[in-house]
């Protein structure tokens, strides 16, 4: 570590576990830092294991704690949970940002608080921490850092892919596929995307994030509660669009008036 970094004791009292140092100052390591002090290692290698790891631990506690849910519900579940967002929002949990070692350049446009680094650096400590302590422990840490979102887990499933269930619903309204027109503005290293669903031509609702494929899903999101409202939709949407159900109760209220 450098002299401008806060002490790493600190971070691992956060994360739940000893890390061995080498591997600790290898998970904390991007490229950029890397590249600007002649090609050091870069924590790519250890990201890419501890993705495997994340996702089996997961995996598996998903398979066992919801039993009734089959493979679809199954797949959304973990991807709401391993998400960039949700790993980002676990860095940001343990303050992780001051401790990853960064190039200047990267540092001075904002990198401690991207989504991408600080997601990517948690999967880094992970395989870090698999290499340490093998499974089990690692498994513990995990479930410990995810507790919020694995609580949550059913609803962040539900509503992880809001475009395909913006899609069934105006498939069951009968109405056109959205498709979606993106805009963007700012700086290359804080842009921010701008992204409108269109049904029938016409605009429904618009959503703004950090990317282009956040800024649809949140457009998509946007979108589904409005088409709800405008056709005073409660059947409930679930992981799945019931679009049997959506149009029965759509047609028993137009015949009604």
């Known amino acids: 570590m450098n002299s401008q970094t806060p002490d790493v004791r600190r971070l691992t009292e956060a994360w739940g576990i000893s890390i061995d140092p080498d591997l600790l100052v290898l998970a904390l390591t991007h490229r950029s830092f890397a590249n600007e ?12 294991l501890g993705d495997s790891v994340l996702s089996i631990v997961v995996t598996e ?21 391993v998400s960039q967002p949700a790993l980002a929002a676990v860095a940001r949990k343990i303050d992780l940002g001051p401790y990853i070692l960064l190039g200047k350049g990267e540092d001075s446009s904002g990198g401690r608080n991207k989504d991408s ?29 995810l507790a919020d979102l694995l609580d949550q887990v059913v609803q962040r499933g539900i509503g992880m892919d809001w475009k395909t269930t913006l899609q069934e619903l105006a498939a069951a309204l009968e109405l056109s596929s959205p498709v979606y027109e ?3 503005t700012g700086p290359d290293h804080a842009r921010v995307f701008t992204a409108q669903a269109l049904v029938d031509g016409q605009v429904v609702a618009s959503g703004t994030a950090s990317s282009k494929k956040l800024a ?17 939709i409660h059947t409930p949407l679930g992981f799945d669009v019931d679009v049997e ?13």
Do not use: C, W
Request: charged content about 35%; overall charge positive; proline content about 3%.
């Open 37 to 48: 002090e002649g090609g050091l290692p870069t924590n790519e290698r250890l990201e890419f």
């Open 61 to 81: 506690k998903l398979y066992r704690d919801y039993p009734g849910h089959p493979e679809g519900h199954l797949a959304k579940m973990r991807a709401a949970t």
């Open 117 to 145: 680094i600080l997601s990517d650096t948690v999967e880094a400590l992970i395989g870090a921490t698999y290499l340490t302590h093998k499974l089990e422990k690692t498994r513990k840490v995990v479930e410990d850092l």
């Open 182 to 184: 993106s805009t963007s």
């Open 216 to 232: 649809q899903h949140e457009a998509a999101r946007a979108a589904v509660e409005e088409l709800q409202k405008r056709y005073d």
């Open 245 to 257: 159900a959506v149009r029965k109760e759509v047609n028993a209220r137009t015949a009604r008036g």
